[in-house]
C-alpha cells in the first residue's frame, strides 16, 4: 500500500523555490529579527507567558563550548524558523505552537530501570544543575544555526534514572496530544515523535538536555519545557518537548526512519561526504546571515569530543 508522507523535503527538484525568493526570504529574516522585537509585534516565540522556572536564567555560561567564529543566531530569527512537525510541517510554527500547554508536565522514567518514576519538570529542575553552552546545530535540509542553550548533560538524568547495566538505548518520546497538537492529526506520521541514542552517546558530554535558550526558560517552538541537543548529530535527533525516557537493550526505531528509512537512520552524524539521497551535506546556510553558505565540517566540528564513540563501527550506517 501507498502511503503518502509529507514532508517538507519530499519536494520534487522542479518544485522546489527559486533560489533568488528563497535568498530573500531570508534577507526578510534577518532584517526582520529587529523589527520583531519591538514590543507591540513582539512574536509569539519570544513572549513567556509566567513559567515557574524563570528565575533559574540565565544560567551560568560554560566556556568550554565555543562556535569556531561564528556569530550567535538572533534568537527572533531561531524562534521563528522551526521544525516542530505537531504543530504543523512549516517553518513558521511559532504561533501554532503557543498551544503547547507546558505546566504541569511530567517525565516518565521507565524500562530497564531500578524504580520506574514519573518526575515533574520543576523537581527536576530542582536536582540538576544549569548551565549554558553555545552550541552550532545542524538540519538535515542543510541549514544550521547557533544557539546559546541551557540545560544540564543528559548523563545527569541517566544518574537520577539509575539504570541496569545491561540497558544498552535511551528512548525518548514526545507529548501525544492531537487535540492541543494539530500535526498529530496527521495520521500518516508515527506519532508521537520519538528518537534515541545509545548508553554510550548519552555518557558523552555534549549530550545536553535543554530546558532554555537565550537566558530564559525554553521558548514553546523550540520543544519547552525540555528538549535534546546532540550538536554533532543532524537536528531531526534533538527530540523536542519530551516526556518519556525509556531504557532498554533494544535500538529504538525513530520517527523519521519508521517514516523513510531509505532517508533516515538511527546514527545521523554529520558528514558532508555523505549526501543525502537528494541533496549534498557539502555546506550549509547559515540562518541569519542573508543566506551565507559555509562549508559544513564532519561531526559538525566535534569530532574531538564523539569521534572515538564511533570507532570500529565502521559497518554502520553512521551518517544519515
Ligand atoms: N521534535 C519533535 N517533537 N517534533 C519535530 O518535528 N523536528 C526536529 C527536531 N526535533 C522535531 C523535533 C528537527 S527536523 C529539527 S532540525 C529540530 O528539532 C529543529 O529544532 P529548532 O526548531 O529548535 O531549530
Same mark, same amino acid.
Given at each position: 500500500?501507498?502511503?503518502?508522507?509529507?514532508?517538507?523535503?519530499? &519536494?520534487?527538484?522542479?518544485?522546489? #523555490? !527559486? =533560489?533568488? +525568493?528563497?535568498? %530573500?526570504?531570508? *534577507? $526578510?529574516?534577518?532584517? @526582520?529579527?529587529?523589527?520583531?522585537?519591538?514590543?507591540?509585534?513582539?512574536?509569539?516565540?519570544?513572549?513567556?507567558?509566567?513559567d515557574p522556572s524563570?528565575g533559574l536564567y540565565?544560567a551560568?555560561?560554560?566556556?568550554?563550548?565555543? &562556535?569556531?567564529?561564528?556569530?550567535? #543566531? !538572533? =534568537?527572533? +530569527?531561531?524562534? %521563528?524558523?522551526? *521544525? $516542530?512537525?505537531?504543530? @504543523?510541517?512549516?517553518?513558521?510554527?511559532?504561533?501554532?505552537?503557543?498551544?503547547?500547554?507546558i505546566r504541569p508536565w511530567t517525565i516518565r522514567i521507565d524500562?530497564?530501570v531500578?524504580k520506574e518514576q514519573t518526575i515533574g519538570i520543576d523537581d527536576l529542575l530542582k536536582k540538576v544543575e544549569l548551565e549554558?553552552?553555545?552550541?552550532?546545530?545542524?538540519?538535515?535540509?542543510?541549514?544550521?544555526?547557533?544557539?546559546?542553550?541551557s540545560g544540564f548533560p543528559l548523563k545527569a538524568l541517566v544518574a537520577i534514572a539509575n539504570?541496569?547495566?545491561?540497558?544498552?538505548?535511551i528512548?525518548f518520546e514526545?507529548f501525544?496530544?492531537?487535540?492541543?497538537?494539530?500535526?498529530?492529526?496527521?495520521?500518516?506520521?508515527?506519532?508521537?515523535?520519538?528518537?534515541?541514542?545509545?548508553?554510550?552517546?548519552?555518557?558523552?558530554?555534549?549530550?545536553f538536555l535543554v530546558t532554555g535558550?537565550?537566558?530564559?526558560p525554553l521558548?514553546?517552538?523550540?520543544g519547552a519545557p525540555i528538549r535534546l541537543?546532540?550538536?554533532?548529530?543532524?537536528?531531526?535527533?534533538?527530540?523536542?518537548s519530551i516526556s518519556r525516557v525509556?531504557?532498554?537493550?533494544?535500538?529504538?526505531?525513530?520517527?523519521?526512519?519508521?517514516?523513510?528509512?531509505?532517508?533516515?537512520?538511527?546514527?545521523?552524524?554529520?558528514?558532508?561526504?555523505?549526501?543525502?539521497?537528494?541533496?549534498?551535506?557539502?555546506?550549509?546556510?547559515?540562518?541569519?546571515?542573508?543566506?551565507?553558505?559555509?562549508?559544513?565540517?564532519?561531526?559538525?566540528?566535534?569530532?574531538?569530543?564523539?569521534?572515538?564513540?564511533?570507532?570500529?563501527?565502521?559497518?554502520?550506517?553512521?551518517?544519515?
Amino acid at each position: 500500500m501507498h502511503i503518502h508522507r509529507k514532508r517538507p523535503w519530499d &519536494l520534487p527538484e522542479h518544485a522546489a #523555490t !527559486p =533560489e533568488h +525568493v528563497f535568498l %530573500n526570504r531570508r *534577507n $526578510f529574516l534577518v532584517s @526582520g529579527a529587529a523589527a520583531l522585537t519591538a514590543p507591540s509585534i513582539l512574536s509569539p516565540a519570544l513572549a513567556q507567558e509566567a513559567d515557574p522556572s524563570t528565575g533559574l536564567y540565565p544560567a551560568k555560561q560554560n566556556g568550554r563550548y565555543q &562556535l569556531d567564529g561564528r556569530d550567535i #543566531t !538572533p =534568537e527572533a +530569527v531561531n524562534a %521563528n524558523y522551526n *521544525n $516542530f512537525y505537531e504543530f @504543523g510541517s512549516s517553518k513558521r510554527i511559532a504561533s501554532a505552537a503557543q498551544a503547547l500547554k507546558i505546566r504541569p508536565w511530567t517525565i516518565r522514567i521507565d524500562g530497564m530501570v531500578d524504580k520506574e518514576q514519573t518526575i515533574g519538570i520543576d523537581d527536576l529542575l530542582k536536582k540538576v544543575e544549569l548551565e549554558e553552552r553555545l552550541y552550532r546545530h545542524r538540519c538535515v535540509e542543510a541549514w544550521s544555526m547557533t544557539v546559546p542553550w541551557s540545560g544540564f548533560p543528559l548523563k545527569a538524568l541517566v544518574a537520577i534514572a539509575n539504570p541496569a547495566a545491561s540497558a544498552k538505548y535511551i528512548r525518548f518520546e514526545t507529548f501525544m496530544d492531537p487535540k492541543m497538537a494539530p500535526g498529530q492529526r496527521q495520521t500518516w506520521y508515527p506519532w508521537p515523535y520519538t528518537e534515541g541514542v545509545t548508553m554510550a552517546e548519552a555518557a558523552n558530554e555534549l549530550a545536553f538536555l535543554v530546558t532554555g535558550a537565550y537566558g530564559k526558560p525554553l521558548a514553546k517552538s523550540f520543544g519547552a519545557p525540555i528538549r535534546l541537543a546532540l550538536p554533532w548529530k543532524y537536528g531531526f535527533k534533538h527530540i523536542k518537548s519530551i516526556s518519556r525516557v525509556t531504557f532498554t537493550d533494544q535500538r529504538p526505531k525513530t520517527f523519521w526512519e519508521q517514516l523513510q528509512s531509505a532517508e533516515y537512520g538511527f546514527w545521523a552524524n554529520v558528514n558532508p561526504q555523505v549526501a543525502h539521497p537528494r541533496w549534498s551535506q557539502a555546506d550549509e546556510e547559515v540562518l541569519g546571515t542573508n543566506g551565507k553558505r559555509i562549508p559544513t565540517v564532519i561531526f559538525n566540528g566535534y569530532g574531538e569530543y564523539v569521534a572515538d564513540l564511533y570507532k570500529g563501527m565502521e559497518k554502520e550506517r553512521l551518517w544519515a
